[in-house]
C-alpha cells in the first residue's frame, strides 16, 4: 500500500523520533513517501498536508508531532486498518492537562463529557469517541468525506471552545466514520515541563 507519511516541525525533529523513522522506512513492505511539514500555524498545516494527499495517489495519511514516538512501527497498522475497514485510527499519546493523561477520550455514561481512556482498563484495538492527532492515521475515504477537517471553533467573543483534534474528532463522528486507537503503540512524550508540577 501507499502511505503519505507527513512529520509536523518547527524546524528540529527528535533524535528519538529521526531514529524510529529510520528503522520503520527500512523495515515496512509498504510505499512511503515522507514529508517534513514546516507551515503555520497547526490547521493551516494539517490542511495543507490532506490536500496534498488527496492529489496524490496514497492511500493512506500518517500524521506524526516531531516530538511523539510510538513504540512500534505505525506504518505496521495500515494492515490492520485496511483488514478491519478502520478510516480512523491514532497511537494514544500521553499530555499534561493538571495531570497526565492519555489524549484518547470515551464519553460518559450520559454521552455529555469527554473522559480520557484509563490505559489500565484496556489493551489492544479500541474504538474511541474521540483522539488527538500527535499520531493519526486516516484512509483516502475519511478525509475526502470530511471538509476542512482541521480547526479550532471559536464562540462568538473569537475564544477557542474546541481544539483542532477534538474538532477533527466531532467532525469524522458527524459524518459516521468511526474512531480507534492502539494501546500497544502507546507513544512517548517529550516535552519541557515545570517538574514543581508534580510536586506532591
Wanted: proline residues 4%.
Amino acid at each position: 500500500m501507499k502511505i503519505y507519511l507527513a512529520v509536523y516541525t518547527i524546524g528540529y525533529v527528535r533524535k528519538e523520533l529521526s531514529l524510529a523513522l529510520l528503522q520503520w522506512l527500512r523495515k515496512t513492505e509498504h510505499v512511503v513517501y515522507i514529508d517534513f511539514v514546516e507551515e503555520k500555524p497547526n490547521a493551516h498545516a494539517r490542511n495543507l498536508t490532506v490536500k496534498r494527499f488527496l492529489e496524490s495517489d496514497n492511500e493512506y495519511l500518517l500524521q506524526i508531532d516531531n516530538d511523539v514516538v510510538p513504540p512500534k512501527n505505525p506504518l505496521n497498522l495500515v494492515s490492520l486498518m485496511k483488514e478491519q475497514n478502520i478510516d480512523i485510527l491514532s497511537c494514544p499519546v500521553w499530555i499534561y492537562q493538571h495531570k497526565l493523561i492519555l489524549n484518547i477520550y470515551k464519553y460518559d455514561e450520559n454521552k455529555e463529557y469527554l473522559i480520557p481512556v484509563d490505559a489500565k482498563k484496556h489493551s489492544g484495538l479500541i474504538e474511541i469517541d474521540a483522539t488527538g492527532t500527535g499520531v493519526l492515521i486516516c484512509s483516502r475515504r475519511a478525509l475526502e468525506c470530511i471538509k476542512k477537517p482541521f480547526e479550532r471553533i471559536y464562540d462568538g467573543y473569537g475564544i477557542a471552545v474546541l481544539g483542532l483534534d477534538l474538532a477533527f474528532s466531532q467532525k469524522a463522528k458527524t459524518a459516521n466514520l468511526k474512531i480507534y486507537s492502539h494501546l500497544e503503540y502507546l507513544s512517548k512524550h517529550y516535552k519541557t515541563i515545570n517538574l514543581s508540577e508534580f510536586n506532591i
